[in-house]
Structures are given as structure tokens and as C-alpha cells.
């Protein structure tokens, strides 16, 4: 089965410092690996998606992630914070069953940022 | 805006009442989903439909009854609640089931009194 372990349910960092998001995840196969945002009184927006192609991804508003297999990680990274950027953060890996992919979502990473 | 829409965005019921959520997208989807999303707890993923056929129900209570009409529309309709099903209730939708993206509505936030 997998998983995705978010570690940190709070982020706080200074508006213009890196943000670092991390992410973790248990797969039996290859996953595919995404990563999306809720900001308040929202649903969820799709930041990016590892798809097997080129294993840095870079997707919406600056933020970027590494696929790293040996270290079974996709952390999300933005050079430079800015206030727009507080949210909550989701990984989600889903496995490659043809026909029968479905989203396993971490517990999510609150960002804050500091003025 | 993401072309989906729910309503209503708040809704505070009783153990015994009767209520449904409303959900439509706008974009010629084929696959719509519904999620329970509560703090502290990874998103769950309860029902999928893919052209307006149930594919998935992850084990919901039967206090949860979906309903697909079209591919435009899905509904959760929703009887005798426990408090613990307080949440938020995120309804999306994708081209097709997969890997293409899901679109996710703003969500109903429900609370059971």
C-alpha cells in the first residue's frame, strides 16, 4: 500500500527565506507523486505532479520539487517566501494501477509566513 | 474559481435530520469524487464516479448515500449524522479517472450538533 509522510505540521519561515516542505512517501512500484495547496475557505489546487518524466518539476507560483528515489522523498522548495504563500500544503502519491490510480494524501503542512 | 462548484458552504444539521450536498463542475468532466476532510486527518477519499457509474466507495457508512445524475452534477445526501462526521466535504472532478487532475470545489463545511 502507499503512503506519504509530511514531517512538520507547521512551517513558519520569513517572507523572502526558502520555503522547505518535506514529503516522504512508501510505494511498491514507482509512484507518481504531486503536491497541492488549499488556501483558507478553499478547495484543493494542484502545485505540480512527478509523472516519471524529469525528476525536478517545477510548477504554479515558484514552487518547485525534487524527485529523490533513493531517499524516497518529493520536498517541496520556493527560493523566496512571500506572503501570498501561507497555506496548507498536501503531498499525495498515487500508484500506477491502470484504471484504478487513486490520490493517498499526507496529513498536510501549514506554512506560515512571517513578515 | 476552479469550475466547481458546491453548496451549500456551511451547513449545521442534527443527528436526526436529513440534508444533501450539492456538487457541479463546469468543465466536461467525466470523473467526480467525494472527500471528507478533517483536522488533523489526511484526506479520505469516500466515493468516486466515472460516467455517472460508482466505482469506488471506501467502506462509507450507509449514513452517506451519493448520487451521480449526469456527469455534471453529484449529490451526497446525508442521514442520521454522528458528530464525528463534522468536516469539511470536498467534492472534484477530473477529465478522466487516473492520473489527470483533479479540480476540487471550496467544500461544505458541515457540523453535527
Known amino acids: 500500500a502507499q503512503s506519504v509522510t509530511q514531517l512538520g505540521s507547521h512551517v513558519s519561515v520569513s517572507e523572502g527565506a526558502l520555503v522547505l516542505l518535506r514529503c516522504n512517501y512508501s510505494s511498491s512500484v514507482p509512484p507518481y507523486l504531486f503536491w497541492y495547496v488549499q488556501y483558507p475557505n478553499q478547495g484543493l489546487q494542484l502545485l505540480l505532479k512527478y509523472t516519471s518524466a524529469a525528476t525536478l518539476v517545477k510548477g504554479i507560483n515558484g514552487f518547485e520539487a525534487e524527485f529523490k528515489k533513493s531517499e524516497t522523498s518529493f520536498h517541496l522548495t520556493k527560493p523566496s517566501a512571500h506572503m501570498s504563500d501561507a497555506a496548507e500544503y498536501f503531498c499525495a502519491v498515487s500508484d500506477r494501477n491502470f484504471g484504478n490510480e487513486k490520490l493517498t494524501f499526507g496529513t498536510g503542512t501549514r506554512l506560515t509566513i512571517i513578515p | 474559481e476552479t469550475g466547481v462548484t458546491q453548496t451549500p458552504r456551511h451547513l449545521v444539521m442534527g443527528m436526526t435530520n436529513k440534508k444533501s450536498l450539492k456538487c457541479e463542475q463546469h468543465l466536461g468532466h467525466n470523473a467526480m469524487y467525494w472527500y471528507k476532510q478533517s483536522a488533523k486527518k489526511p484526506l479520505e477519499l469516500m466515493f468516486v464516479?466515472?460516467?455517472?457509474?460508482?466505482?469506488e466507495n471506501n467502506s462509507v457508512p450507509s449514513r452517506f448515500s451519493p448520487e451521480c445524475p449526469n456527469s455534471s452534477h453529484l449529490f451526497l445526501h446525508l442521514h442520521t449524522l454522528q458528530p464525528e462526521d463534522s468536516a469539511l466535504y470536498l467534492c472534484?472532478?477530473?477529465?478522466?479517472?487516473?492520473?489527470?487532475?483533479?479540480?476540487f470545489g471550496p467544500g461544505t463545511r458541515l457540523t453535527v450538533t
Open positions: 472534484a472532478s477530473s477529465q478522466d479517472l487516473g492520473l489527470s487532475e483533479q479540480y
Open positions: 464516479y466515472s460516467l455517472e457509474e460508482r466505482v
